[in-house]
C-alpha cells in the first residue's frame, strides 16, 4: 500500500502499459524459463525499439532465430562443411541448446512456419530437445521464448500453441514515443532512466531475489482468487492461472516479498490473463472498473489483525529489491471474494478498447483461437511427396540429397583421389592419417552436390461472402444458409477451409476466420440474423483483404458471393444506391485483377441484371439461385475449381 | 531426463485417466484419442504414461528394442543375429515417443545414416520416430492439423505394425507396433475418418469449471514445477500402487471371460449405431475386458460395457460432419435401448 504512495497518482493508461512492459522484462531476467516467456504484439517502431533495446541489455544469453531457419540448426544436426572436409559426421548445437538458461528471441514471430513451431513448442514444454536423426538421447535445455509479433489486429497472429505457453502478453500497439517520453518525465523515482534503460539487476540483487523466488507462496485465497478471475474471464485453459501464479510469484520476489500481494496478483492479471480474456465476467462491477484497479485493495487493510512485526515495511519499490528479509506476514487478508474482484477489475481496465467491442459482440473468442494456419505450407514446401532429386546448392529451403550426391560423386572418385585439386584435401592425404584412412574418404565437390523437391498440393479456403441484409434476408437467408451448408460439406470432403464474410447494415464482418472446423462455421452460421441493408462493397473489400492474407499464406483462397447485387449502402457505411453501386463495382474490379476464381450466386427471386453485372466485373461465374437445386450449386461449384485443375 | 508429472497426482478427467489405463491394460486395443480445449491437461496425462508401465526386457544392441521371448518378423536385426547365440536382454522404460507436428518425412519413417554414407560409403538405414516407438505409444499433440502426407504414412504402419520404407536407394523393413495416442482440439479441424478409425478409444476433455477443483489442479502444479523430484517422490506410492493394478490387470486379462450374452449386447449395439466394420466391435470387446481386468472382475458385466462403450464407439458413427452434437450421448441412449431390450 505503501507502494501506491511512491507511485505517480493514477498513470495515464499508456503508461501504466509500458511500466508493464518494462516490469516484464525484469521478470524475464529474474526467471528466463519459469513463465514462458513474452509475447509483444508492436509494430516495428521506436516503442519497440526501445523495448528490445532494453532486453539487449538484460545481459541474458539471448538467441535469435530468424523465420528461415531449417530444422537441422534449429535442433542441431549435421555441420555439412565439417563433414563434407574430413568424411566424418560431425554433428553442431542447434540454436536451442545454444539458448539454455537463457532466451529465444523469434522476430516476426505470426510468419513462423509450423514446422519449426511445433519442434520448438515440444523443446519449450518438456525442457529439452527432441532427439533428432543424429543424436539418439534428448538433450536438456530449458529458455524463455520472447516472441515478437507484428501481426496487424485483423491477422493471424502467433500460432496457438506456442502463444499459450508464453506467459506475458504485452500489446504496445498504441504506445506512441510520446508517451514513453511523458512516462520518463512523469515517474522520475522509478527504474527508467531517461536515456538508457537500465534495467539490469545487480547480480547480488538478482541472486536475493532468485532465492526468494524459490519460497514465495501463495496463499488458498490468492489462489481461488486467480483461478476465479481466470474462469470468470473465459479463459478455459488451466495452463493460464498456473502461468499467471508464477508470473506473480516472480513479481513478488522481484519487489522483494516472499508472499504474494495485490499489486503481484494485478500485474499477474494485466499482463497474463486479461490479454487473453474472451468473455466478461459474469457479475462483478464491471463498467466503472475505471482508473485505478489495484489501488482498491482497501477493504480490509485498514485494521491488520495480528500485529506485523516488521520495523522495515517501507521501503519495497519498482526497483532494486532490498535485501534484508522483510517478514512476510502480509498483515491485511483481504478475502477470497475480494481478491477475485480486483483481480477481475484490474484485468478489465487494462483491456483496450476496440477489443472490448469484440468481446462484447463475442467475437473475441473466434479471432484469438484462430490458428487456421496451420496444416497448410507453401508451395515449394520442405515436405510432401518427394520428388527426382536435382544438382543445386543445399542451404535455406533446399536440402542436401545425401545419395544423389554421392550417386553423382562416386563415378569420379578415383580421378579425384589419385590427383586432388584443392590444397587442404591435399595436406589432409598426406596427414598422419595415412592412405588407408584416405581412401575411405569420398571426395565431393560442390558440383556434385543434389537437392531434395518436394511436390505438396497447394490447399485453398473458401470465402463465402454471405448477403444477410433485409432484400435478401426476407426471401431466402434461409436457403442460402442451406446453400452453404452443403458447399462446407464439399469442402469437408475436399479438406479445405472456409471462412465467412457476413454483411448486413452498415458493414461487413468476418463472421468467421479460416477454419477447417464445419462444426464452427455451421455454427457461426446458423447464428447469424438478417436485416439491414446491403453493403456490398464493404464485403468485396473484406473479402478481398482476406484473399490478400490467404495468398500470403500460401493458400489459394476461392470466393463464392451469396447475394441479389443490390448494394445500397456505400463504402463509408452511408445510404446511397448509386455511390454503392460504383464502390461495389469498383472492389469487383479489384477482386478481378486479383486474378482469383470467384462464383456469384445470385440469391434475388427475380434474378436481374444488376447481380450478373457485377459478376461480370469480379470475373465471376454467375449462377441465378431460383433455379438451383442444392445438388446443382455443387456441381457449379466444381466447375469453377476444375479449369485449374 | 525432463521429469513428468506423477500420473496418480492428475486431478480430475477421470475419463481420458481411465481410458489411458484400458489401453496400458491392453494395448491391442488400439490407441487413444483425446479431444479436448487447450490446457486440459491432454499432454500430461500422455506423457505420464510412462510412469504407468513397467520396464520391459529388450533384445541388447536391438535398435527396435525386440522382445527377447519372441523377435518380431520383420526386425533386420534380430533376423540377422545367430539362432544359436545367447540372446543378451537389458531392461528399458517403456518408450513415450513424440511426434511433433512439423516433423519431415524421414524424421518418421527413418532414412539413409548419413555418417556411414559418408565416412565409409556404407548405404545403411538410420531408424526414425516408428522404430523408437516399436513396443511403445507415438503421441502426436495437435493430431488433427497433421500434414496429410504424415497421416497416410501413420495409417499405414498402425495398421500393418510394420514400416516399409522404400526411399533413397533404400529399402528396409522393420516392426513398428506401438499405440497411436493423439490429442487435440476440435475446433481446429477435424481427423481424417481413416485416421479416426485407427484410434481404439476416443476421449472427450473439458476444462474443468468447478473452482475448487481447478485451484487443485493449480495448486499440483506449482508444487510439480516448484520441486519436481520432491513432488514425484510424494506421490511415487500411489504411481507404484497404480502401476501394481496394471499389472495385476494384465495377469488377470487372459482369464476374463465374456459371456455369449455380451457378445450378442456388443454386436447389437454396434448394430444399432450403424458403426462400419467388425472393428467396433473387436474394440469394445477388447477394451471392456480390459476394464473388467482393471476392476479385478474376471467375468465381463453390464456395466462394463456401459462405461466402455462410449469411448470405443463414439468416433465411429457415421456422421453429418456439421453435426456438432456429442456422439457420446448417443452411445449411451442406443446401449439403454440394447440393454432394456
Known amino acids: 500500500m505503501n507502494r501506491e504512495a511512491s507511485r505517480p497518482p493514477a498513470p495515464p493508461e499508456p503508461l501504466e502499459r509500458w511500466h508493464d512492459a518494462l516490469t516484464a522484462l525484469q521478470l524475464l531476467q529474474l526467471d528466463p524459463m519459469g513463465f514462458g516467456g513474452i509475447c509483444l504484439r508492436a509494430p516495428h517502431g521506436p516503442v519497440r525499439e526501445r523495448w528490445l533495446q532494453a532486453l539487449a541489455g538484460l545481459g541474458l544469453n539471448t538467441v535469435k532465430v530468424p523465420g528461415s531457419v531449417d530444422t537441422e540448426r534449429l535442433l542441431g544436426g549435421i555441420d555439412l562443411a565439417h563433414t563434407l572436409q574430413t568424411g566424418q559426421l560431425r554433428t553442431q548445437a542447434g540454436l536451442l541448446q545454444q539458448a539454455d538458461q537463457g532466451l529465444v528471441c523469434l522476430p516476426m514471430a505470426e510468419r513462423l512456419a509450423s514446422a519449426l513451431l511445433a519442434p520448438l513448442v515440444q523443446a519449450l514444454e518438456q525442457g529439452q530437445v527432441p532427439p533428432t536423426r543424429h543424436s539418439s538421447a534428448p538433450t536438456a535445455t530449458r529458455f524463455g521464448v520472447v516472441a515478437l509479433d507484428e501481426s496487424l489486429p485483423d491477422e493471424p497472429g502467433l500460432g496457438a500453441a506456442l502463444q499459450e505457453r508464453l506467459g506475458v502478453w504485452l500489446d504496445l500497439h498504441e504506445l506512441s514515443p510520446h508517451d514513453l517520453h511523458a512516462g520518463t518525465a512523469l515517474a522520475p523515482a522509478t527504474d527508467t532512466d531517461p536515456d538508457a534503460l537500465q534495467l539490469q539487476l545487480s547480480p547480488a540483487a538478482l541472486a536475493r531475489a532468485r532465492e526468494r523466488l524459490a519460497q514465495v507462496q501463495a496463499s488458498d485465497d490468492q489462489l481461488q482468487a486467480l483461478c476465479a478471475a481466470a474462469l470468470g474471464l473465459g479463459i478455459g485453459s488451466l495452463r493460464v492461472p498456473s502461468l499467471a501464479l508464477r508470473v506473480a510469484g516472480a513479481h513478488a520476489a522481484l ?140 542451404g535455406g529451403q533446399a536440402r542436401l540429397h545425401v545419395l544423389a550426391t554421392l550417386r553423382a560423386a562416386a563415378p569420379k572418385q578415383k580421378l579425384r583421389n589419385v590427383a586432388p585439386p584443392a590444397a587442404h584435401s591435399q595436406s589432409d592425404a598426406a596427414s598422419s592419417l595415412g592412405p588407408a584412412r584416405s581412401r575411405g574418404r569420398v571426395a565431393i565437390r560442390a558440383e556434385d552436390f543434389h537437392i531434395q523437391r518436394y511436390q505438396q498440393r497447394a490447399s485453398s479456403c473458401l470465402i463465402l461472402a454471405l448477403d444477410a441484409s433485409g432484400s435478401a434476408a426476407l426471401q431466402r437467408l434461409a436457403e442460402a444458409k442451406g446453400a452453404v451448408e452443403l458447399l462446407l460439406q464439399q469442402s469437408y470432403a475436399r479438406r479445405d477451409s472456409v471462412c465467412i464474410v457476413a454483411f448486413r447494415g452498415a458493414q461487413a464482418q468476418l463472421l468467421l476466420p479460416m477454419t477447417r472446423s464445419l462444426v464452427r462455421a455451421k455454427r457461426a452460421m446458423t447464428g447469424l440474423p438478417g436485416g439491414g441493408g446491403t453493403p456490398l462493397a464493404l464485403a468485396l473489400k473484406m473479402a478481398h483483404e482476406q484473399a490478400a492474407q490467404l495468398q500470403r499464406q500460401g493458400v489459394t483462397p476461392i470466393l463464392v ?43 434475388s427471386v427475380q434474378p436481374d441484371t444488376q447481380a450478373q453485372q457485377l459478376a461480370n466485373t469480379m470475373g465471376a461465374s454467375y449462377l441465378p439461385m431460383p433455379q438451383v437445386q442444392a445438388q446443382r450449386m455443387a456441381h457449379a461449384m466444381e466447375r469453377v475449381r476444375s479449369p485449374l485443375a | ?209 468447478d473452482l475448487a477443483l481447478r485451484v487443485q489442479i493449480i495448486k499440483r502444479r506449482d508444487a510439480f514445477d516448484k520441486d519436481p523430484a520432491g513432488f514425484k517422490a510424494q506421490w ?40 462400419d466394420g467388425l472393428r467396433a466391435e473387436l474394440t469394445l470387446l477388447r477394451a471392456t475386458r480390459a476394464y473388467a481386468a482393471l476392476q479385478g472382475h474376471s467375468a465381463v458385466k453390464p456395466e462394463h460395457l456401459n462405461s466402455m462403450a462410449p469411448l470405443a464407439l463414439r468416433h465411429r458413427l457415421r456422421r453429418n460432419p456439421l453435426d456438432d452434437t456429442d456422439s457420446g450421448a448417443r452411445v449411451q441412449r442406443s446401449l439403454q435401448e440394447v440393454l432394456a431390450a
Not at chain 1, 449502402?569 to 486474378?595: E, I, K, P, Y
Request: glycine residues 8%.
Open chain 1, 255 to 394: 519487489n522483494g516479498r516472499s508472499a504474494l500481494d495485490a499489486d503481484d496478483l494485478g500485474f499477474a492479471a494485466r499482463s497474463v490473463l486479461a490479454p487473453r480474456a474472451t468473455q466478461w465476467p459474469a457479475e462483478p462491477s464491471a463498467p466503472e472498473a475505471d482508473a485505478a484497479p489495484p489501488e482498491d485493495p482497501s477493504p480490509a487493510p485498514e485494521a491488520p489483525p495480528e500485529p506485523p512485526p516488521e520495523p522495515g515495511e517501507a521501503p519495497p519499490k519498482d526497483q532494486e529489491p532490498n535485501d534484508d528479509a522483510q517478514d512476510p506476514g502480509p498483515p491485511p487478508e483481504p478475502s477470497a471474494e475480494d481478491l477475485q474482484e480486483m483481480v477481475v477489475a484490474a484485468a478489465l481496465a487494462s483491456l483496450p478498447p476496440h477489443m472490448l467491442d469484440a468481446l462484447m459482440t463475442r467475437q473475441g473468442a473466434a479471432s484469438h483461437n484462430t490458428s487456421g494456419r496451420s496444416g497448410q505450407t507453401r508451395a515449394g514446401a520442405q515436405r510432401g511427396r518427394p520428388l527426382p532429386p536435382r544438382p543445386g546448392r543445399p
Open chain 1, 561 to 603: 458471393v451469396l447475394s441479389d447485387g443490390r448494394a445500397n449502402v456505400t463504402l463509408q457505411g452511408l445510404g446511397g444506391r448509386a455511390q454503392a453501386q460504383t464502390d461495389a463495382h469498383n472492389w469487383g474490379q479489384q477482386w478481378r485483377l486479383s486474378g482469383h476464381r470467384a462464383l456469384w450466386i445470385d440469391t
Open chain 2, 1 to 209: 531426463m525432463a521429469l513428468t508429472f506423477p500420473f496418480a497426482a492428475i486431478v480430475g478427467q477421470d475419463e481420458m485417466t481411465l481410458a489411458i489405463q484400458v489401453v496400458a491394460v491392453d494395448p491391442t486395443v488400439g490407441g487413444v484419442l483425446v479431444l479436448g480445449d487447450r490446457g486440459t491437461g491432454k499432454s500430461t496425462a500422455v506423457r505420464a504414461l510412462a510412469d504407468l508401465l513397467p520396464p520391459i526386457a529388450v533384445v541388447k544392441g536391438c535398435p527396435y528394442r525386440c522382445d527377447p521371448a519372441q523377435p518380431a518378423n520383420a526386425c533386420p536385426f534380430c533376423q540377422a543375429r545367430n539362432p544359436k547365440s545367447k540372446v543378451v536382454t537389458e531392461r528399458q522404460s517403456v518408450a513415450v515417443v513424440d511426434l511433433p507436428l512439423g516433423a519431415t518425412e524421414d524424421r518418421v519413417v527413418g532414412a539413409l545414416d548419413l555418417e556411414k554414407a559418408l565416412s565409409q560409403g556404407v548405404k545403411e538405414f538410420a531408424p526414425g520416430l516408428l522404430a523408437q516407438a516399436h513396443r511403445g505409444f507415438l503421441y502426436i499433440d495437435e493430431v488433427n492439423l497433421l500434414d496429410d502426407h504424415l497421416v497416410d504414412l501413420l495409417i499405414d504402419v498402425a495398421a500393418s505394425g510394420e514400416n516399409l520404407v522404400e526411399r533413397e536407394g533404400l529399402s528396409v523393413r522393420h516392426p513398428a507396433r506401438f499405440v497411436l495416442v493423439g490429442s487435440g482440439n476440435p475446433e481446429e479441424g477435424e481427423l481424417r475418418p481413416q485416421l479416426l478409425d485407427r484410434f481404439g478409444l476416443s476421449v472427450q476433455v473439458r476444462t474443468p469449471q
Open chain 2, 236 to 275: 511415487h506410492k500411489d504411481n507404484q500402487k497404480l502401476q501394481k493394478r496394471i499389472l495385476k490387470a494384465r495377469e488377470l486379462l487372459a482369464q476374463v471371460q465374456v459371456s455369449d450374452e455380451m457378445l450378442m449386447l456388443c454386436a447389437r449395439l454396434c448394430q444399432q449405431l450403424g458403426t
